[in-house]
């Protein structure tokens, strides 16, 4: 049946019911009208599918843990990522759900955000590309996903309150842009709205943002769901464009809904259209058949491959890969008891774990492993654990630690106080260190932490993220040399919080956090300020190296809607195969409005083996050039010289190429009253129609302030400066207003005239 006429048939009370869940995980099914029921579940790195949809957090059905979303963003690979998609559609296949709540695709504005562990990254282009190609794989099975938490939500600190005060060029440029490349590459079902305001605006009920921006702009077809919990007023809600309120049953909002389309106050058009999206995708979701198994053994393995693609190493003296030791002692107690996901809603019931010890053990050949805990569960120190740990390391040809930050300091629900790992892990390291000379530092955590206190003491770093279930094998395969680390940060890691961008506007107060440092955060933040980094955006080291040559480009001049490909030659020069991960930068020689310094605009990940050359190629598109212009409510691209620029990471810029882009953006006029000299000049009608009376403006004007006298030297006026450097940037009719004398018209009537033929063209 046309979905038109079975809306026809609904009652207005069935359709406000349709609205809002009938459950924690389920919409209002209406069986007169075979209108099934959809269960959703989390999310975003494995099924969360709870026996009970009237239970919000029970122990979920085993499902796979996949490694979370900063792991998944380290391998910067869209394909595997699209694979693991597709695998937890087929659990979700399995525990008959519909909708997978995820991805997450806010930014990491800081790295003190809780949630962290389930975004991707600190730049909105990765975000997007890992985003979209997640969607994708999910999809392709028939099951939806939700892009959450849809906008500005980068933190924990009154999550359910907080108003972002975000300005829109950085709302456009920053926090949007992965949702928006998610949403136009891949087309979620669902979209799943924030908890937090958006300059004063709950998410819920921000019609800028969900009709305007996502459905209207961007073309969203599929359904808006509230966060669980979001909603405040829920006939406002509809109103700006949110069809779906979770969780249900919320008789009394359903009730609100009924009675605000009988007074007139909600246009059941309005109301209407929302359900037309709910029943497009309950019935797409219904469409799926459910049920049958999933392959435990396969997406164990998976996972583990994309643990092992995620895994970065951070340091290497060499130690790395291991190699003929006899003595080995692994210390930590995530090496006996894997942390390998966050707590929260995301927090999944594994179908089987890979004990990281064990998983040495299989691998060390006849070498000896001794095991020390290291460290507690909870923030006591225990000296005791530490004298034991030492006196392992002391008998050792090398230490292992596994160091892993604790639920107390990483969490959903909470922001993180600090950087740092625990006292006691410090102390455990430097004083392995201090006996140990051979020492591998092994981190589980879900964002960046500091390690000034001991990263010269140790030979080897490897983050190995939030790294799902089988991540204790990914590490072992990495340690003995099996996998070449190919991983590279989708974060920077800055030496102290102190350093980072957001530190003076976090998390905010009088429910209000403002971001003050509006376009500049990640590595966009630590270029401007030229500050070093513990280690930057897109860093990773391998157990190879590779060099880049013939940098290329398709064109050196040309059109912005055309687009430039840039090509690059990457050869193995060592002595294993492995994979690099390439970045494109674009740097913007000169522009009209403020920009970062460099953006990544594009990459890609290519496998090679020894001695092995293989051409890479990028393509730009006219988004990689583009900036939003808050005055024009566009994407705008301007003529001039960009530099291209071929990395290996933010801070190692193997190859720049510059290319000169012809802009072929017609803009509207916005000159105003209020416009200054020099905007009237920068603008090509302004400069056609007031350009001829600039030199008789500034003739008057060094007559009235003195310029030409050869006292003052050349353009110096009696008041010791160039007074045209001063009336520039005033509003033209201000300048006017001192030479009125001169002038054949009042003031504001001329600028009025010029207006009028800069606008009218008349
Ligand atoms: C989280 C969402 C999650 C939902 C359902 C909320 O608290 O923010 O990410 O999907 O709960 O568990």
């Known amino acids: 049946m046309e979905l038109s006429n079975l809306i026809n048939q609904m009652t207005l009370e069935e359709k406000a019911a349709l609205c809002t869940g009938a459950s924690a995980w389920t919409t209002t099914p209406v069986e007169r009208l075979d209108i099934p029921e959809l269960i959703m579940s989390d999310g975003p790195h494995g099924v969360r599918r709870v026996p009970d949809v009237n239970q919000m957090a029970i122990k979920s059905l085993p ?30 296949i399995a525990l008959n759900v519909g909708v997978v709540l995820g991805p997450g695709a806010n930014m990491k504005r800081s790295p003190l955000g809780g949630r962290n562990f389930e975004y991707f990254s600190e730049d909105p282009y990765l975000a997007g590309e890992m985003a979209a190609s997640f969607i994708n794989g999910v999809q392709s099975k028939g099951v939806g996903t939700s892009l959450k938490h849809y906008a500005a939500n980068n933190q924990e600190f009154q999550r359910f309150s907080i108003s972002a005060e975000v300005d829109e060029r950085a709302l456009r440029e ?372 590779f060099a880049y040559s013939n940098a290329a480009v398709s064109a050196t001049t040309f059109k912005d809607v055309d687009g430039v490909t840039v090509s690059v030659d990457v050869t193995n020069t060592g002595a294993v195969a492995g994979k690099e991960i390439v970045q494109i930068y674009v740097h913007d020689r000169q522009a009209g409005l403020v920009r970062p310094h460099k953006e990544l605009k594009g990459f890609a990940k290519v496998e090679l083996q020894p001695g092995e050359t293989k051409t890479v190629s990028i393509p730009l598109d006219f988004r990689a050039f583009a900036f939003y212009h808050p005055e024009y409510k566009q994407w705008i691209t301007e003529d001039g010289e960009f530099d291209i620029l071929i990395a290996a990471s933010a801070t190692d810029i193997r190859h720049t190429v510059t290319v000169t882009l012809q802009s072929t953006v017609t803009l509207p006029c916005i000159l105003d009253k209020e416009s200054t000299i020099r905007e009237w000049l920068a603008d090509p009608r302004g400069r056609a129609v007031f350009g001829p009376f600039y030199a008789k403006m500034e003739t008057e004007a060094r007559k009235m302030f003195g310029g030409g006298d050869e006292r003052y030297g050349n353009n110096e006026s009696a008041i010791g400066m160039d007074i045209m450097d001063m009336f520039n940037e005033m509003p033209l009719v201000s300048v006017l207003m001192f030479q009125q004398h001169a002038l054949p018209a009042h003031p504001e009537d001329l600028v009025a005239d010029f207006l009028s033929k800069v606008h009218n063209g008349d």
């Open 63 to 92: 499902a796979t843990c996949f490694p979370t979303a900063s792991c998944l963003a380290s391998t910067w690979d869209v394909d595997l990522i699209g694979k693991m998609g597709q695998a937890l559609a087929e659990e979700a």
């Open 174 to 545: 920053i926090y949007l842009p992965a949702f928006e490349k998610a949403v136009k590459q891949a087309q979620p079902w669902t979209v799943m709205c924030s908890y937090n305001k958006v300059n004063g605006t709950f998410a819920s009920e921000h019609h800028t943002l969900l009709t305007e921006i996502l459905k209207n702009e961007w073309g969203f077809e599929g359904l808006i769901v509230s966060d669980w919990g979001a909603v405040r007023d829920r006939v406002a809600g509809l109103q700006a464009g949110l069809d779906l309120e979770m969780p249900g049953p919320q008789d009394r909002r359903v009730q609100a809904v009924v009675d605000a389309v009988r007074s007139g106050k909600l246009d059941e058009a309005v109301l209407d259209e929302s359900v037309r999206r709910i029943l497009q995708i309950v019935f797409k979701a219904h469409k799926t058949p459910k049920g049958g198994d999933f392959d435990v053994e396969a997406h164990h393995q998976l996972a583990g491959k994309i643990a092992a693609e995620g895994i970065v190493l951070l340091k290497n003296n060499g130690l790395l890969p291991l190699q003929g030791q006899k003595q080995i002692a692994v210390i930590g107690r995530s090496a006996e008891k894997a942390h390998f996901q966050g707590g929260g809603s995301s927090h999944i019931n594994p179908t089987k774990v890979a004990v990281p010890f064990k998983e040495l053990q299989a691998r060390a050949g006849d070498a000896e492993l001794t095991y020390a805990e290291g460290y507690p569960t909870d923030a006591s120190f225990r000296q005791d654990l530490i004298d034991q740990a030492v006196g392992l390391a002391q008998a050792a040809d090398v230490a292992l630690l596994y160091i892993a930050l604790p639920t107390f300091k990483e969490s959903e629900g909470y922001d993180r106080r600090d950087i740092d790992l625990t006292e006691q892990q410090i102390a455990l390291i430097k004083a392995v260190a201090a006996v140990q000379p051979h020492t591998v530092v092994v981190l589980n955590n879900g964002a960046p932490v500091a390690m000034n206190d001991w990263l010269d003491g140790v030979d080897a770093v490897l983050e190995g993220w939030m790294m799902g279930q089988a991540g204790g094998e990914a590490i072992a395969d990495v340690l003995f040399g099996r996998v070449n680390p190919c991983g590279k940060l989708p974060e920077t890691f800055p030496l102290k919080l102190a350093d980072t961008p957001s530190h003076l506007n976090w998390p905010g107060e009088m429910g209000q956090v403002r971001y003050g440092e509006g376009l500049f955060i990640g590595y966009r933040y630590y270029d401007a300020k030229e500050m070093p980094v513990l280690f930057p955006f897109g860093y990773g080291l391998s157990y190879t190296s």
